[in-house]
């Protein structure tokens, strides 16, 4: 009988490594530079060793976002009402220590965003919603530039509530618009793109939970540090329980393998158990238990279209 693996997530969710990139993998435009940590040819799974520790105080950003209503916005410069979206977003901010985790903030904010520069500010029964502005009309950079309100927030909140010198800041998702913020980390939890070579894909696949890739400097449409790191995970399915970190391509390599190090201690207690989370163990307990609160602080969405069609006569 031919023998066969289930992928742990939850089918109800894209895959964790997205299968379309299987037989692609090594296939990059990415600008890679392999041997900032170890040469090349001599990657190997790195365990962090006896003289490091994790830090002290991890805190953990996340935003999430929902789209309440397309809308038109009656511009008189141009012949046709310009498309916009009108959305609610949300951010907070999780403190993990030795005591636990705390929750440390949380915002909300609506905005209508629309290519127009007569974009109203829209007041509701049940929200206000606040003018943004995108630089076209396609749905595309709409949802790009509800994307930078969201990151700007999560920025803005971690400013705030950073008060250690030797605390951490773990970000969900890529760290784009947000690589000047000292020791961040960019946390991914899905692969899209395979940027490594097969000889070092090699490598990821052979990790055992608590261990990291070597650290490796990646270019895209911006540079940063990156490794990979594997969660105690049960499955045997291709990546399960892989997540890429990424860090500044401003730090030295030996700040970043420190760095590294760190993160690949403080990930493992804080990995997602199957029977609570469909996307487990990479949807870390602190981001799956923000991301259901701030979903609950964005409001009931029909509520919200209800009041958004009423505000427009």
Known sequence: MTGFTVDPWDPGYAAALAVENLSEMGSTSAEL??????????????????????PGTLLVADGVRRIDARVWVHDPDAPMPVPGIAASYAAGIVR????????????????????????????????TYLPGRAADASFEELSLA?????????????????SHDDDL?????????????????????????????????????ALAAGQRTPVFLMGTSWRRHAWYVRLPVQSSAPWAGVARCEASA????????????????????LAGVDYKDPRAPQNL????????LLRHHLGDGRLLYRALRTAAG
């Open 285 to 292: 307990i602190p981001i799956g238990g923000l991301e259901k």
């Open 33 to 54: 530079v392999l041997d900032v940590e170890r040469p090349a040819g001599d990657w190997k799974p790195v365990t962090p060793g006896p003289g490091v520790s994790a």
């Open 146 to 162: 509800l994307q930078r309100q969201v990151t700007q927030l999560e920025v803005d909140l971690a400013v705030r509530h950073r």
């Open 169 to 205: 800041l773990l970000v969900d998702g890529p760290l784009r618009g947000r690589t000047h913020l000292p020791r961040t980390v960019g946390y991914i939890k899905t692969h899209h793109t395979a940027y490594l070579p097969p000889a070092q894909s090699a490598v990821v696949g």
């Open 250 to 269: 401003d730090l030295d390599p030996a700040e970043a393998v420190r760095l590294a190090d760190a993160v690949t201690l403080a990930l493992p207690p």
């Open 96 to 127: 993990c220590g030795p005591g636990g985790a705390d929750l440390v903030d949380v915002q909300v904010n609506r905005t209508l965003i629309s290519a127009s520069p007569h974009a109203p500010e829209v007041k509701t029964t049940h929200a």
